[in-house]
């Protein structure tokens, strides 16, 4: 199968595009290359030092025999994608080109305002090249379960069956999204539902849970092919950011009360699921839509599985809770369906004590990178932040 | 109250700017008067001749004593738009200042980006402007009937009750809209919630059904004040394209088998709608949503409506049902809630033979104004339309 993989510059995309080429796809990457501009911008960078993508296909094509073709080019720019999407031909495309911090979309209006053109309009030129261009391509857009927010009743796969008045309907599950990134995807996934109704598109939409780890078989080939892993603030995920903050002797930054429950999925499953995705494409006109997460945690959970693994390496765990910088509900009910990617053949690899192992070795490993200043939230959802004023 | 219109010239707009005015608010129009532009550029016009609005304010402060403050500004620089409110501190926003055509926003990839972008970034851009500089000023934001589609249950306003595994939630209505500008709006009212919820801003969000009618007491007080009237296939609503295609003998062009059935009003009663909502404003993080319209008909019933009046006034009316350029369902269950605004104290001006007789009137005296090429669909929601191109 011919996947191009947008975005596969990125911490999800990159180990898709690996995965995907290992296994035989003929893979193309398209990336604007932006987010290494925004380490730049904020002052902050990866905890593993990552290689150009162009040294990284390189080494890839070195240790594998498979090439990977690249495409610098932003989806905002519709020629260009068009171009490079005309040129290459998938019949696949995973979408992970988007803009997904939501601390970095809460910054100011600026940047609230980018995220959602940026996301919103790079995803309505795809929708159209797919239309006029490629109108079997199968589109795979990485959506997020934090489109939900935290409803009282539980969540299911995209669509929700409502019986109101003596009257049943199936409609698209009513989402409540907690920032500015979050809608921006909410947004794209009404546009998609669209396009599939109007002009017999093919899409899934991965509502993806919070993603931890950092190796993929792939990635761990070489150190040339290492993959990124955020622990600061702003793109940091919770999981990976308490065994940095671990390993480093910072006590993990618990944001509230910590009961705030939320899907989590390893990165191994990450590219697992995208995979099951393309190999059963949605029908034509179907927008289809898959929670992708193996399991749920509390932020109290998280915070006591690490000071239990950290404690049983000789590290001096401590647990803070701070001031929450978001809005959200810190004690709430969660439960979310997440049977569809099973059925589909996934194989979770749950949390373990050795993922957690794997984890604070790589942050040991990898301490001296560390930038402290960069741990503690910085933005906050109630007002605009001074800091990046 | 000091009200800001936003889109006051155009054909709610300017008909609620002078309402408001004559109930004695002080009344700012703000507007980028982009519209006469696409006018333009589209070769379309009102068929009612249309003043300049310096030369509207001007008369209407001749005739009334009553001053409008204008800024003409566009939605999308924050500067401008920041600048404008903080010069004119309103207690309230109306905001109409939207691409607000489904065609418009189907004619080709630039025109659905444009118009979410356009419709998008100028609803942050005033969420940010009221966070930081007006927190207590009470967003009234036009929304549209169209943002629910046609689900098989009843349409309750803006929200739901579900129970579900024996659980229950009160959430979002879950949108169908049935195109990329409907779907502009229904970013607009997620957008909005959130900063409601996170911010405490106050907002009503009116889900307006389809308007009729051109006048309002304030618009007949002189020609130099009469309101647009659009009869084309890309701004024209169905009701009165059926009473100008009958002024001039073309035939009323039902789209497919015509029982698509949608919420009405009369466009005295838009203007009474945001008076009520103005005086009785949301509470302090409240996102209210009222379904604003009077009453349900199916585009069959107003094509008879329209034949019997014209004929009862010597016109030869026929129907025509030609391809429906949309993709929408042509018989459905349709039954929506609109009870939040009569309990306002809404009187309803119900589809009366004398408003349609007033409206054929309004055709037959401008009928040499009138383009035919100008009537049918141009627009087809399958395919990008060429004659655009």
């Known amino acids: 199968m011919r996947i191009l993989v947008l975005g596969g510059d990125g911490y999800c995309g990159w180990a898709t595009a690996l995965h995907l080429s290992q296994r035989g796809h003929d893979v193309g990457i398209l990336d604007s290359l932006i987010r290494r501009d925004w380490d730049r911008q904020l002052k902050i960078a990866s905890l593993t030092p990552i290689c150009g993508i162009e040294r990284r296909i390189a080494r890839w094509h070195e240790l594998t025999g498979h090439s990977i073709d690249l495409y610098v080019a932003d989806m905002c720019n519709h020629e260009a994608l068009e171009t490079a999407m005309v040129r290459f031909a998938p019949d696949a495309v995973v979408h992970f080109g988007e803009q997904r911090s939501a601390p970095y979309s809460m910054i100011g209006r600026k940047e609230a305002v980018f995220t959602q053109v940026n996301n919103v309009v790079g995803t309505l030129n795809l929708l159209y090249v797919i239309h006029e261009k490629l109108p079997d391509c199968h589109l795979v857009k990485l959506g997020t379960m934090g489109e939900y927010g935290t409803p009282n009743i539980d969540i299911e796969e995209g669509y929700l069956t409502i019986t109101h008045k003596g009257r049943t309907d199936t409609l698209l599950y009513p989402k409540q999204p907690g920032s500015y990134y979050h809608l921006s995807k909410v947004h794209d996934s009404h546009n998609i539902h669209f396009a599939c109704r109007i002009w017999g598109l093919r899409a899934t939409d991965l509502n993806q849970g919070v993603v931890y780890g950092v190796h993929t078989p792939e990635t761990t080939m070489d150190r040339t092919l290492v993959n990124r892993l955020d622990y600061d603030g702003i793109f940091g995920t919770v999981l990976n950011r308490f065994c940095i903050q671990a390993a480093i002797g910072h006590p993990l930054t618990v944001y509230g009360r910590g009961g705030q429950c939320r899907g989590f999925l ?6 697992r699921c995208v995979e099951l995705a393309l190999l059963n494409p949605a029908k034509a006109g179907e927008f289809r839509v898959l929670n992708q997460f193996t399991e749920q945690f509390t932020v109290n959970d998280l915070a006591q599985k690490v000071r239990q693994a950290g404690t049983e390496m000789g590290l001096d765990v401590e647990i803070e809770n701070v001031p929450n910088p978001r809005v959200e509900k810190e004690e709430h009910y969660y439960h979310a369906a997440n049977t569809k990617l099973l059925e589909l053949g996934l194989k979770p690899h749950c949390l373990s004590q050795s993922l957690l192992d794997s984890l604070l070795n790589v942050a ?20 605009c932040a001074p800091v990046f004023q």
């Open 266 to 271: 390893d990165i191994r499953d990450t590219v």
């Open 364 to 383: 040991i490993d990898y301490k001296d990178r560390v930038d402290e200043n960069m741990i503690p939230p910085r933005v906050s959802w109630r007002s």
